[in-house]
């Protein structure tokens, strides 16, 4: 091949490449993950963190997330985790922020301190969707 034509293949072949690039439909960059009717959690919180959150209730209270969130209008087989319209999701709301109240009051000193540590929903519920009391021993009354 003649030394004078490679310039003009190159030029045809990145003219060629910008006119394909041109065509495709623009990619659409990755949104950052938003949750939807936060009032409690923060309204900045990551998708793991609030995952968390979630599989936490899951646990303390044995339940799964359709306990709280309900299915979507348009298709029943997913959850519409914006909904309000379960009754227990408002509930838990209340308990976060009651919970929140009790740490903030008796357990403040020891923030981060894992010898003592914060009331959680696991602290009454223990699995289970009602909470579990018992009396100490000491206290029973016969």
């Known amino acids: 091949m003649k030394s004078h034509l490679k310039p003009i293949l190159f ?3 990145i003219t060629s490449m910008i006119s394909i690039a041109a065509t ?5 960059q990755e949104q950052p993950y938003k949750a ?3 009032k409690v959690l923060p ?6 963190d609030l995952e968390k959150v979630m599989h ?4 303390a209270l044995g339940v799964k997330c359709n306990h ?3 299915s979507d209008k348009n298709n029943p087989k997913k959850l519409n985790f914006a909904s309000d319209e379960k009754e ?5 709301r209340y308990m ?5 109240k009790i740490n903030a009051k008796y357990f403040k000193e020891h923030e981060g301190d894992d010898d003592m540590p914060a009331i959680q929903c696991m602290t009454c519920h223990r699995g289970h969707e009602k909470p579990e009391f018992q009396m100490p021993e000491h206290r029973q009354e016969h």
């Open 36 to 38: 939807k009717n936060l």
């Open 88 to 92: 227990y999701k408002n509930a838990a």
């Open 56 to 59: 936490g209730f899951n646990d």
């Open 24 to 28: 495709l439909p623009p990619q659409q």
């Open 68 to 70: 709280c969130h309900a």
């Open 43 to 48: 309204k900045d919180i990551s998708h793991d």
């Open 11 to 13: 030029i045809a072949a």
């Open 96 to 100: 976060m922020k009651m919970t929140a």
